[in-house]
């Protein structure tokens, strides 16, 4: 393994410039912390670019066979150059760079299929848990329109807990991605407080988009205007909405509750 102690280094420099939305897209990859984070990756066959461990550092065996077999892209770092490049107060020390790997539309839409799609979702924890939380109830893919948050935003990468590893995830325009799944049968329904329906008398047959909003505006007119169907989660207290991450969790199992009692 080589070893680098500056962070004047050619590489950590380059590194460096993975903390920004600029340099993550310039390069087509993005920076993870911590083990279980980088174990996730190296399990789900990401494309590693560089693996950075501390000397001190105590590599776990699942660590040490990616170290083995490819040495070129591993290296021993300074505590001062993973201090540099994490984002948490107490690093683990280590730290990997991955390639982007982009997923297709086409591959995710089936019969029957349940796809989340996610309209300027903006605080980088509630896009983390939706993903967490999408994968957690098997959902087929995540799409991500405008105006949500960077997925590679260091705390979405975190909250996550490696289910971006798991699971497609699309960017694109929300409309544009809707009329081609329309093309596939799948019909779309909104959390929305208007014209809406409880969740619950809805029912999730068929190829479904299910479709998420802003946490303060909720979902855009325009898309809303392309959901066939629009459901509400009644509040019984006196809390005034819900949180995206939760309403999302709410109604992806209320659609995978219903097909499993017809299965």
């Given at each position: 393994m080589e070893k680098i102690e500056s962070i004047n280094n050619t590489k950590v420099k380059e590194w460096i410039k993975l903390q920004t939305k600029k340099g993550r897209e310039k390069t087509g990859s993005f920076l993870i912390e911590g083990e279980h984070l980088v174990e996730e990756a190296i399990h789900c066959g990401a494309d590693v670019q560089a693996l950075l461990v501390t000397e001190d550092y105590a590599v776990p065996p699942s660590i040490e066979i990616f170290i083995q077999t490819k040495p070129s892209v591993s290296f021993t770092v300074s505590e001062a150059i993973i201090k540099k490049?994490?984002?948490?107060?107490?690093?683990?020390?280590?730290?990997?760079?991955?390639?982007?790997?982009?997923?297709?539309?086409?591959?995710?839409?089936?019969?029957?299929?349940?796809?989340?799609?996610?309209?300027?979702?903006?605080?980088?924890?509630?896009?983390?848990?939706?993903?967490?939380?999408?994968?957690?109830?098997?959902?087929?893919?995540?799409?991500?329109?405008?105006?949500?948050?960077?997925?590679?935003?260091?705390?979405?990468?975190?909250?996550?807990?490696?289910?971006?590893?798991?699971?497609?995830?699309?960017?694109?325009?929300?409309?544009?991605?809707?009329?081609?799944?329309?093309?596939?049968?799948?019909?779309?329904?909104?959390?929305?407080?208007?014209?809406?329906?409880?969740y619950d008398h809805h029912v999730y047959d068929g190829a479904i988009g299910i479709v998420i909003g802003n946490e303060g505006n909720g979902v855009s007119q325009a898309v809303l205007q392309a959901c066939s169907n629009k459901v509400k989660i009644p509040i019984f207290g006196q809390a005034e909405s819900l949180n995206a991450g939760i309403a999302a969790g709410i109604l992806l199992y209320e659609a995978v509750r219903q097909r499993k009692l017809r299965s």
């Amino acid at each position: 393994m080589e070893k680098i102690e500056s962070i004047n280094n050619t590489k950590v420099k380059e590194w460096i410039k993975l903390q920004t939305k600029k340099g993550r897209e310039k390069t087509g990859s993005f920076l993870i912390e911590g083990e279980h984070l980088v174990e996730e990756a190296i399990h789900c066959g990401a494309d590693v670019q560089a693996l950075l461990v501390t000397e001190d550092y105590a590599v776990p065996p699942s660590i040490e066979i990616f170290i083995q077999t490819k040495p070129s892209v591993s290296f021993t770092v300074s505590e001062a150059i993973i201090k540099k490049l994490s984002e948490t107060e107490a690093p683990q020390g280590i730290i990997a760079v991955i390639k982007f790997q982009p997923a297709e539309l086409d591959p995710l839409l089936v019969d029957n299929g349940i796809i989340l799609l996610l309209d300027a979702i903006q605080d980088p924890g509630n896009l983390g848990t939706i993903i967490r939380t999408a994968d957690a109830a098997g959902v087929d893919g995540v799409i991500l329109g405008k105006g949500t948050v960077d997925l590679y935003n260091s705390k979405v990468i975190r909250s996550t807990m490696g289910s971006l590893f798991h699971l497609p995830i699309i960017p694109g325009d929300l409309l544009s991605i809707m009329e081609k799944m329309q093309q596939y049968g799948y019909t779309f329904l909104a959390a929305s407080l208007e014209e809406a329906v409880p969740y619950d008398h809805h029912v999730y047959d068929g190829a479904i988009g299910i479709v998420i909003g802003n946490e303060g505006n909720g979902v855009s007119q325009a898309v809303l205007q392309a959901c066939s169907n629009k459901v509400k989660i009644p509040i019984f207290g006196q809390a005034e909405s819900l949180n995206a991450g939760i309403a999302a969790g709410i109604l992806l199992y209320e659609a995978v509750r219903q097909r499993k009692l017809r299965s």
